[in-house]
T-cell receptor, first 112, second 113 residues
Framework: QQQVKQSPQSLIVQKGGISIINCAYENTAFDYFPWYQQFPGKGPALLIAIRPDVSEKKEGRFTISFNKSAKQFSLHIMDSQPGDSATYFCAGTQGGSEKLVFGKGTKLTVNP | NAGVMQNPRHLVRRRGQEARLRCSPMKGHSHVYWYRQLPEEGLKFMVYLQKENIIDESGMPKERFSAEFPKEGPSILRIQQVVRGDSAAYFC???????????FGPGTRLTVL
């Protein structure tokens, strides 16, 4: 199976809070895990990505935590801002394949 | 540096008509991917093409759907005899080489009446 399960489906956070989105994958051959951000009416844009040889990657306010044994990874958005309100998708892909397998998305709303 | 361009942005077709969706990759990119996004769903891979070649079409429905990426011009996703279930957003992405980041276009929203 090449599924990626994402939760929660929607998330409401106050400005300045921490947003946490979780994903779990089944295919142990996956070796690249990107997160995409999508605003209404726009295409997804790559936010941050990680490979399983590291347990954490941080870029500004965005951090990916990766647990290879549990086949889980998560996105943390620190100091969440109203401009972060968007739909976030996690994805996975395996070496030798160009297919991105996406989760169903999390709609994040950051209240001012 | 223009990004991935898709047109039309919105397309309305009646059942049984043909839909043609176009994608121009970023300058210098020769790898194109098509994904479909149903309402409240994530994106689902359809096909991966390089110039004049289909590399992976494992996500394409077996009937009515076809894709091409000619030597000159944009990539085309063609849906023949559309049905209501084809209503979705269709996204194109491009990359400069295999295993590189995929840059997405704004999508074409297809509505089948």
């Amino acid at each position: 199976q090449q599924q990626v399960k994402q939760s929660p489906q929607s998330l409401i956070v106050q400005k300045g809070g921490i947003s946490i989105i979780n994903c779990a994958y089944e295919n142990t051959a996956f070796d690249y895990f990107p997160w995409y951000q999508q605003f209404p009416g726009k295409g997804p844009a790559l936010l941050i990505a990680i490979r399983p040889d590291v347990s954490e990657k941080k870029e500004g306010r965005f951090t990916i935590s990766f647990n290879k044994s549990a086949k889980q990874f998560s996105l943390h958005i620190m100091d969440s801002q109203p401009g972060d309100s968007a739909t976030y998708f996690c994805a996975g892909t395996q070496g030798g394949s160009e297919k991105l397998v996406f989760g169903k998305g999390t709609k994040l709303t950051v209240n001012p | 540096n223009a990004g991935v361009m898709q047109n039309p942005r919105h397309l309305v077709r009646r059942r049984g008509q043909e839909a043609r969706l176009r994608c121009s990759p970023m300058k210098g990119h020769s790898h194109v991917y098509w994904y479909r996004q149903l309402p409240e769903e994530g994106l689902k891979f359809m096909v991966y093409l390089q110039k004049e070649n289909i590399i992976d079409e494992s996500g394409m429905p077996k009937e009515r759907f076809s894709a091409e990426f000619p030597k000159e011009g944009p990539s085309i996703l063609r849906i023949q005899q559309v049905v209501r279930g084809d209503s979705a957003a269709y996204f194109c992405a491009s990359s400069g080489a295999r295993y590189n980041e995929q840059f997405f276009g704004p999508g074409t929203r297809l509505t089948v009446l």
